[in-house]
């Protein structure tokens, strides 16, 4: 999950260098913190939003398959 | 990567003169209309196997990293390409309920493969399951629109994703006696199809 969620991020950002993705595993939930550099935030979050929630969507189903629920945070730069 | 915007006073011309300075063949290329006047045609030219790599490299990369096996078919079709993903056990996952998932893979491979070329535009399916719908959804549209004629009564579709409610709005645009619309909000929105009064 966190490689797809750094492949994703990567593939969208001007700098994939600044791109990072930190796991913090509970019992049932794993929280993925993604971190981007200044000014690709906007990437990110897209157009009202939308691809944000697109990722969080993939997220989500991906996660179907591990049995955890996933929730991604986006953090502000 | 080499797409071309060139200008011509006919849709031939244009394309001859891409051609020339593509070192190219007529069905080597990608052909999109981007104007079409009386006596000007411009047109954008790209080499069809250079950008069916860039969108299987993006869309193999994806699938990689969610673990996961499987392959993708690129063609094209009038300029556009379409990329049938699919992959040994997470196709209905990815498609989701009413295809809701497989909106969010179309949005997210379009970015990714507009960061890398911004003319490339690419229509995302998943064993098929988009072209399956939307082929019933025109039947069912063109059917159903025959219905409300007959009987003046409006008739609502299910809850859609945008892209197949354009299916039917686009089935349905030009036809006589009918008219579509859009009612509810977000992931409820239902197209209807109403009968055109009569003035």
């Known amino acids: 999950m966190k490689e797809l969620i750094e492949h994703i991020a990567k593939a969208l950002v001007d700098n994939p260098d600044q791109v990072e993705v930190r796991e913090i595993a509970g019992e049932r939930t794993v929280v993925y913190e993604l971190k981007v550099g200044p000014g690709d935030i906007g990437k990110i979050i897209g157009k009202e939003g939308k691809t944000a929630k697109a990722l969080r969507t993939i997220i989500t189903a991906a996660s179907m398959k591990s049995g955890k629920r996933a929730v991604l945070e986006i953090l502000e730069p | ?199």
């Open chain 2, 1 to 199: 990567m080499k797409i071309l915007t060139v200008e011509g006073k006919t849709r031939e011309e244009a394309l001859k003169k891409a051609l020339e300075e593509l070192g190219a063949s007529e069905h080597e290329v990608r052909v999109k209309v981007v104007e079409e006047g009386e006596d000007r045609v411009v047109l954008e030219v790209g080499i069809k196997a250079e950008e069916v790599k860039l969108i299987k490299e993006v869309i193999e990369g994806f699938i990689k990293s969610m673990g996961t096996t499987g392959g993708v078919e690129v063609i094209e079709r009038e300029g556009v390409y379409y990329a049938n993903i699919v992959t040994g056990e997470m196709d209905s996952i990815l498609i989701g309920k009413a295809g809701k998932n497989l909106e969010a893979v179309q949005h997210l491979l379009a970015r990714m493969i507009h960061k890398r070329n911004p003319k490339i535009d690419v229509v995302i399916d998943i064993a098929g399951y988009r072209e399956k719908r939307e082929r019933f959804l025109r039947a069912k549209a063109r059917a159903f629109a025959e219905e409300v004629k007959r009987t003046g009564i409006e008739y609502i579709f299910e809850p859609l994703p945008p892209s197949f409610r354009r299916v039917i709005h686009l089935e349905l645009a030009g036809k006589e006696g009918v008219r579509t619309y859009t009612i509810g909000e977000g992931d409820l929105k239902k197209v209807v199809i109403a009968p055109k009064r009569r003035r």
